[in-house]
């Protein structure tokens, strides 16, 4: 027995080294000109990214409406050790690519915590920096709504607008806000994983949290049981589905996904059975998307990456 845990345990450890080593590279992407960004996948803006701004600003560095040399620069050396920092592991990882010349513009992929509704899932966004970055805090943009029809959090509307402190989206103490020569890229990303993508999402509501209850927590339940639902169908199967054509991403879509396929059927299942409980005509709809997910995950093959 004591030989068959340590095997497990070993093999387990083997299997997290092989997803860091082999995603790690990937936690920042930098491509070139002309090959992230195009007509169906627009470089994100300010009037897009819905933070509260409405000036548009072209993507092409040598636009008069370019990011400026001390933005350019501050945002060079701030990806340099992205590679270096952002998380990259089974349970939790962010990947950010961006074009050579046009690092004002980045796609993010962050990937839902394990142990949460959003387990393993792929969530997209779009990342805008104004020529006044870093004295002002970047634009987020959420894209993993189903086309407006999907809202996955308090945090994240469906119509792509994220609501966090540390962007000034939402009223906070001076410490939560966005702070010029202090507040990074980095914590941005991290912060939404980890203070939005959580396990309790119906607690992040402003005043749900206070004086939880036994009618609360059957609330949470409730909102869980529905973004687990989501999660399977819009951050697992549509991105295995149709994984995004450019930058490469969909390698890195693909891999992520082989890599964790059998960490997501567990979790996946174990949805599925809570469902069942809870509703038996919710648990014939999780047979379905259960069905469904293991015809997509055995479709993929060994990265190469």
């Avoid at 189903?146 to 939402?170: E, H, I, K």
């Avoid at 202090?182 to 914590?187: A, G, H, N, P, Y």
């Avoid at 206070?210 to 869980?224: D, L």
């Avoid at 450019?246 to 890599?259: E, I, N, P, S």
């Amino acid at each position: 027995m004591m030989m068959t845990r340590s095997k497990t345990k070993q093999a387990q450890k083997q299997q997290l080294q092989t997803y860091s080593s082999m995603m790690s590279q990937h936690s920042f992407t930098l491509v070139p000109a002309g090959t992230l960004w195009s007509d169906s996948n627009k470089f994100p803006t300010a009037s897009t990214t819905l933070n509260g701004l409405t000036a548009q600003h072209s993507r092409r560095s040598n636009s008069s409406q370019s990011a400026p040399d001390a933005c350019m620069r501050h945002l060079m050396k701030e990806t340099a050790s992205l590679a270096s920092f952002l998380p990259c592991q089974e349970s939790a990882s962010i990947f950010v690519c961006a074009e050579e010349g046009s690092l004002n513009g980045m796609k993010i992929f962050i990937t839902g915590p394990s142990e949460t509704p959003y387990a393993y899932g792929l969530f997209e966004f779009n990342a805008y920096f104004p020529q006044t970055y870093p004295q002002s805090a970047p634009s987020l943009k959420f894209l993993t709504t189903n086309n407006g029809r999907v809202r996955f959090n308090p945090n994240l509307y469906d119509t792509g607008y994220v609501c966090l402190s540390l962007l000034d989206t939402w009223s906070g103490s001076a410490e939560q806000r966005w702070q010029a020569g202090k507040s990074t890229l980095m914590q941005v990303l991290v912060s939404v994983q980890s203070i939005v993508l959580v396990d309790n999402p119906y607690f992040n509501e402003p005043g749900f949290d206070v004086g939880r209850s036994g009618g609360t927590h059957c609330a949470s339940e409730s909102y869980n049981r529905r973004v687990e639902l989501d999660t399977v169908r819009h951050a697992i199967l549509e991105p295995l589905k149709h994984p995004p054509q450019y930058a490469g991403l969909d390698k890195v879509v693909r891999a992520h996904f082989y890599l964790v396929q059998e960490r997501i059927k567990r979790q996946v299942r174990v949805w599925a059975d809570k469902a069942t409980k809870d509703n038996q005509q919710k648990g014939q709809e999780w047979e379905q998307l259960v069905k469904e997910l293991d015809k997509e995950l055995a479709k993929l093959t060994p990265p190469s990456i």
